[in-house]
Every structure is written in C-alpha cells, then in structure tokens.
C-alpha cells in the first residue's frame, strides 16, 4: 500500500529501516528533513541509532568514517557547500575502501549563492572515487537507498545516492516503504573485515611511498568498475524481492530505432517522459543514466546504437569546459563504429524550472549551429547589454 | 490530471495545504503530487504550492503554470500578476476574502468564490490559519476528493483539541458551500 | 547630492543605518534588530564579513541588498578567516577602516569555530559579533551547540524518549576568554543603549574583539513576533543570559538584576520548552537544572543588584552621529 510521503521522509525510512547504529549529519537545505525524521525516530524510540549532531559537514563525514571503521553501519546526508566542505574527507573514505552510504539531495554551489536544486554538487566529487547513483524519482531514492548499503559493504566503497533537492526531496507523492522484514532478508547486518579491533589490530591511513601508491590507486579503480556488477545485481535481488523493477544501469525509454536520444540524470527524466507524450514527432529514445560512477561504458554504448543525434541534458556546467557528463559521453561513444552527433546542454541551473516546453525546444535547438556547452534555457533578457563576445567553437 | 496552485504567505499552511490535498486522493488509491516553490524559510513571504491529482502515475516534476484551480490564502496576493497567471479557461479560483464573490469575479475576470477563511479559523481554531477552511470549500466546490479524505488525511496531523476543531471547521464550511458547483470543471482534464 | 565621501554620508544621515530597512527578515526578528543596533553604533567607516545564516539570506537577494556598509558573503565555515584576511590586507595598505565579523551561533560555536579560534589566536584586529538565536534557524530550526538544554529543535525534538537537547549550550565565553583578548561582552536586543555602547567599546579595541548578542527567533523559540524583546528581557532578568564584559579573560563587569526572575518566566513564553511544562518527572527535573543553571550565573557573576533606583535607567539614548570615529 502506498503511503503519502514527502521524499525527505520516505528516505529516512528507508534509511531507519537498513538499521543504522549512526548517523551524523549537518543541517543544509534542502537535506534538513531527512535528518530531521530520524531525529524524530530516535526520540520517539522507533530507532536505535546514535545521532551525532556535528559542528560542521566535515565533521559528519569524519564522524560517519569513525564509525564505519569502528564496526557500525553509517549514514550521512548533505548537499552542496555540504558536499564541499567535507570533500577531502570523502576523497579519504574511498581511498581507505570504507563502506557507508550517504545522500546528496542535489543543490547548486555557491557563488552565486542558491538553494536551489541543481547538480553542481555530487558532479564536483565525481571523482572522490565514489560510486554514485541518481535517482528519477523519489520511488528510485527508497529503493537506491536501501541498494546502496548493501552494494557499498559488499564492495567496500562508499555509495553516494543523489536525489534532486526539492523537486524530489520536498515533494510529496503516493510511495512504497517496505517492510522491516523484506530489507532484512535483504541487508544482512554490517560487516567490516577491516573493522578496528584491539584483539586484531590493524592500522589504516598510512603513509604509502610511491614504490606501492599506484598499486593501490589501482585496486581502488579496479573496484569502482567491478561495481557495476555488484550494482546490477543488488537491482536484481532488491527488485524480485519487493516486487518493482529497478532500473538499470543507463534506463531507455523508446523505440529501439530511434535515431534521436535525449539523455539526463534525475528528475528531468519524468519531466521528459511526459513531454514527449505530447508532441508528435519524431521517435525519440529517452535516457536515464542511473549509474554515473562507475561510469557504465558499455551500458551507454548498447543504449545509444542506432543514434544519429544524442543530447545530453545535464543540470551542471563545468565552467570553460564540455558538461561533466556531456564530456564523458562523448569520450564512451568516440571509439564506437558511428558515434552519434553529441549535443550538450544544462538545463535547470540554480533550481530553474524546467517546463515540458523544454522537450520541443531542444529538438528544434540541435537542427541549428549551437555551442559545444551551453544553458538551453538561457534568458538573453536578463544579461548585461555590453558583454564581451569571445570566440567559441560553434557546432 | 487536474492542476491545482495554492498561493499564500509563509506561516498559513501552504504547503501543509498541498501536501493534505495530495494525501487525500492518496488515500482514494490515486495519484498525486504536491510540492512548494520555495524561498528562504520565513514568515510572511509569498509562496506558491503546487498539487497534480491523476488516474495513472504522474511523471513530471516543473511547476504547475496552467492551474485549474487556483486556491489564494492571502487576498493581497491577487493583486500579483503570478498568481493567476495561466489560470486554464474553465478555471476557477477559492479566495479567502470577506469581499462578495461575484465582485471578485468581475474584478478579475475569472470565476471566484470567496470566503472568509481567516475569520472562520480564527473563530473555530483561534488563530488565522485558513488552509483548512479553504480546503473544504475547494472539495466541496469540486468534489475533487470527498470531504472524508480531506478529514482522514489531517488526523497524521494534528491531534487532540487541534484535531477536533479543524474537523468541525470542515463540517462548518462544508455546509455552507455550494456542493459541485465546479465539478465538471474539476473532470475536464488541465493542459 | 552625491555620497562621494564618507562625511557626506554622516551629514546626509543623523542616526547611521548600516541596515536599511525593507529587508525580508520575520517579523520580530532579534537578528535583524540586533544587526542594525550595532552598525549604528560602528559607523560607516567598517567592511563587513557576514557568514552564512539567516542574516545574510533576508538582506541580500539579488539584485537588492539591504546593507549600506561594505559588505561581504563567502561560506558558511570560514567568517574568522575572511575578516582575518580583510583586516591583514587593510593593513597593509595603511588604513584604518575597522573590520566586523558577522556570524549566527552555527557560524561561531560550531562550524565557524575553528576560524573564530585562529582569528582571536592571531590578535587580528576584528570585531567578531555573534548574533546568537541558539539554533540553526535559516535551514529551519535545527540545533547547534548554542540551543540551551532541554530545549525542542527539529534535530533533538521532545519525544517519548528524549527531552529535547541533550547536552548543555555550549558555554562559549570561557572558551573565548581563554583566547585572553582585549574585549569580550554579551549583550541583547532587550537592552539596546548596552548593546551600542559595547559596540563603540569594542571598536575602540586595537586587537580581536567579540561580542554575543542574545537574539530571540519567534519561528524557532515558538513565542508572538512581539514577544522577541521581552523574551529577550526575561532571559537576562532570570540569570539564563546574563550580560557582561571580560578583558584579557578577567570579568570587569556584569549588568545588576534588581528583580531577578525565575526562569519559567523566560521559559513558558517559548513554544520550543513547552514539553517542560507537562506533568511527567522528567520535566521537573529539566527545569529544575535550567533554574539551577541560572542560579549558578547569578553567583558566578554576582548578579544580584540593589533595590529599585529611579536614576537607573536604560532608556538614556547615547546614540551619537555614528561611532567615536566620526567625532
């Protein structure tokens, strides 16, 4: 039966029901509900868990590392300054191949300074060696979630389940939460082989010279693209087990001969799927990266064949450069035997709505010269009259 | 699907509005979908709610932009072209107002009914809290979701003399209104 | 007339209003008022660095900004260091312009801390007000280390196992007057000619200065918006806030409380300690410790003041053309 929930709240659930022992967190809009539920358990006695309230975001993903590497299950939330702040510490997680599960309920990165959803923040530590899932929808952050702790203790990496600030999080919509019975069968309790021990000390973080630093970087990398496996099948399980189909690991929605594809991660997906219901056209394959890292090569190339013309609709920029994701794309499709025409654009910086208009207007947009980067939904209205042009590479 | 915006100011319930409209057809099996716009927390300002209410499952996530209904909670708020921007054609809007609705209408070219939902609150709960008197009135107007939903989704809510006086603010209101007065307008489907 | 210079800018202004008003802060907001109270006491002659938290939110969205000083927004973590940078560089160039710190409890008790430390370790010659709401309000009431015992916030909420906060506020004064700066001070919005006037001391400090400035939120203490000033009285006259000033880490003053209050005064005016006020042991308990905490601010601080004098009055208004500075 599904229940009316806020996003915010139905990942808590299904957090509180993967039996954290801690959680430590910081309050940041538009993540505080999240937090603010599992407060709510605990004090109300529904959850056994220690909430350890921190000073900073550094401080909760310090405190999250503690634990893990102490024997417990762990859990943090954040977003954007967040997600920063706590980067060095993330980049240390991975490294030391610790499991623990964290949300990022997507916001733009100040400055400017926005609250608004956007994916500036977890496409900034795409590279902290993290696995990182996005969720379509706020049904994909309860059953992610709960994926997410399983894959991250049978890998021993982190997992990083990003869901769309506000548009999801905030939102309130009919959802499944199952049974504390059904995860256990699923979840089965944490276990760390590395796990501090006085009767079988080990020392973790050490200082690694550069005759064994290579070797380990590339285990970790080695790790991260075995993940798929363990990612693929955790959708498996979890989906024979409560009864939905997870989504794989790039998502494809259309007709197999399509020759136009849109691809986005998030949110935008729905948004897209109901555009294209309404206007008649040419057939169109929409996309839903669900797996960003590791970056699912082979999944992409099997979801882009046939394709003339492929947009990649991305809610981040890197400044100066192609889309983080745009840029990744391109270099997955180059060697195939006809890559399509990659098209990339951002959509929805800052928290900008992103209307079902969005869908005509990008068919039209690749039929001109566009730039290798650009904002399709840009208000010329709004920029300064004298700006300085520049040369860019036009399509 | 029907599309429904609430505008009202900070501290009345907004989005507490939005959220008990979507629980309710929730609990009838259907889907829905509420979400605010937002501003910075606090009291006072404008904000905007967003409801969608459908027979199959609801996919897009952009904000409401051709409501309609559009339900104001703070009559100041009219006055802002936002907030009847897109109103669909037979559409029509719940005001909490003291003025006649036939008035408003005229003043704004678009189907109004009024009530005096700050009033009716303040004197049912003891403090200006319109949402809920408004929220009677729209499913009464519209037999959206039937008034016993409206009630069964507050009860998650609120609890004891809170409870109790919200419900018999419905009651109270929903007698007073017009039942389906709106209601073919509430099964033509928005755009 | 154009403000080209500064005595333009005091001439064309009687009272100086580094805050403007039309900003979107609540009604009843003790930041807001706070804020306002100490630029007028600072003067046009500052640069201002302003951590993140409700204080910068309600006063600058773009393209409108309600601040009428020099005025600067980085993170949320590191006001200490950017007002350390500003005053290194005004240094520097020679000039005297005086450097504040602007930061709410989250931004100088918790993730502001460490900067805060290095700033006052360093004798940085910066004013370092903390506009203290006891909660992290602009994310919607969460707590910090600022958020009194036994207090309701949406991270330690009551509940059928927890009381609310668990831990005690962090006592950040001591911590600060280890740092042995010049100047140390609490002040609060219920007492604005005490607040000005320890602003004006505190620029005059060559070196870190800090002032605390109690400042009621009625969203998240849960009390009417017109309560915010005598919430903020009652919190001084029950011993819960008390006001006083340290130099080098010494106490040389402490402001008499003729009439001191018991602290349910100051408590059942706030939504956020009703579950205090509940018939269940546990209650009693809390409020006997808060009571007792007061008590022991009243000792420790010597508190207690003569009877009632007619010449003692707050209401004296001191306020001059902006600050010593502009004599």
Known sequence: ?395 | MIEIRIHGRGGQGNVVAAYVLATAAIAQGRFAQAFPSFGAERRGAPVAAFVRIAETPIRRRCQVTHPTFVIIQDEALAALPETLAGLAPGGAVIINSQRDSQALSDTFGSTIYALPATQLSHEALGRPMPNTALLAAFLTLTQLVPIAGLKGALAPRFSGDVLAHNLQLIDQVAAATPDGLWKERAHAPSA | MTLSTLHDLRTAQPRFQGLESGHRACQGCGQALAARLALEAAGPDVVVANATGCLEVFTTAWPQSAWRVAWLHSVFANVGAVAAGMESALKMQGRDTKVLAFAGDGGTFDIGFQALSGLLERRHNVLFICYDNEAYMNTGVQRSSSTPHAATTTTSPAGVARMGKRHLKKDILSIIAAHHIPYVATASIAYPVDLRKKVRRAIEVDGPSFLQIHSPCPLGWGHGSELSIEVARLAVQSGVFPLIELEQGVLIGAMPIREIRPVTDYLKLQGRFKHLFTDDQRAREELAHLQALADQNIEAYALQGGPPDAQDTEGADTVRRGGLRFM
């Not at chain 1, 702790?149 to 309130?172: K, N, Q, S, Y």
């Not at chain 1, 939460?177 to 973080?205: C, H, I, N, T």
């Not at chain 1, 024979?240 to 989504?247: E, I, V, Y």
């Open chain 1, 1 to 395: 039966m599904p229940q009316a929930l806020e996003g915010s709240q139905a990942i808590a659930h299904a957090v509180a029901l993967c039996r954290p022992q801690v959680v430590a967190a910081y309050p940041i809009t538009p993540q505080t509900h999240i937090v603010e539920r599992i407060a709510k358990f605990i004090a109300d006695g529904k959850l056994r868990c220690e909430l350890v309230s921190v000073e900073s975001e550094f401080s909760a993903a310090s405190v999250v590392l503690g634990a893990a590497c102490a024997g417990s299950r762990a859990y943090t939330a954040t977003a954007s300054q967040g997600i920063l702040l706590m980067t060095e510490v993330l980049y240390n997680i991975s490294g030391l191949r610790v499991p623990l599960v964290m949300t990022c309920a997507n916001r733009a990165v100040s400055a400017p300074l926005s609250i608004w959803n956007d994916q500036q923040d977890s496409m900034a530590v795409r590279d902290a060696g993290w696995i990182q899932l996005y969720c379509a929808d706020n049904q994909a952050a309860v059953d992610m979630t709960i994926q997410a702790f399983r894959i991250a203790e049978r890998c021993e990496l982190p997992v990083m389940v990003c869901v769309d600030g506000f548009t999801l999080t905030h939102t309130l919509e009919p959802l499944e939460v199952p049974s504390q019975e059904l995860v256990d069968k699923f979840l089965p309790p944490y276990r760390f082989a590395r796990a501090l021990d006085p009767l079988a000390p080990l020392s973790m973080g050490t200082l690694v010279a550069p005759e064994y630093f290579t070797e380990a970087r590339h285990l970790h990398h080695e790790a991260l693209l075995a993940a798929e496996q363990e990612i693929v099948a955790a959708a498996e399980d979890w989906g024979a087990l409560c009864g939905r189909k997870q989504s794989p690991l790039v998502e494809v929605d259309g007709p197999a001969d399509a020759k136009i594809g849109i691809l986005t991660l998030g949110s935008v997906f729905g948004t897209l799927l109901d555009a294209r219901d309404q206007v008649p056209g040419p057939p169109v394959k929409l996309m839903h990266l669900r797996c960003f890292r590791p970056f699912p090569v082979a999944a992409l190339r099997a979801a882009c064949a046939g394709l003339h013309d492929l947009i990649v609709l991305e809610r981040a920029i890197a400044p100066g450069a192609d889309g983080a994701v745009g840029a990744e794309v391109r270099s997955a499709l180059a060697e195939t035997g006809k890559p399509p025409r990659v098209h990339n654009f951002a959509v929805g910086l800052g928290g900008r709505d992103v209307p079902l208009s969005i869908y005509a207007h990008l068919l039209q947009a690749i039929t001109k010269p566009h730039p290798r980067m650009s904002a399709i939904d840009l208000r010329p209205e709004v920029l300064p009259a004298d700006l300085p042009t520049h040369q860019e590479t036009r399509r």
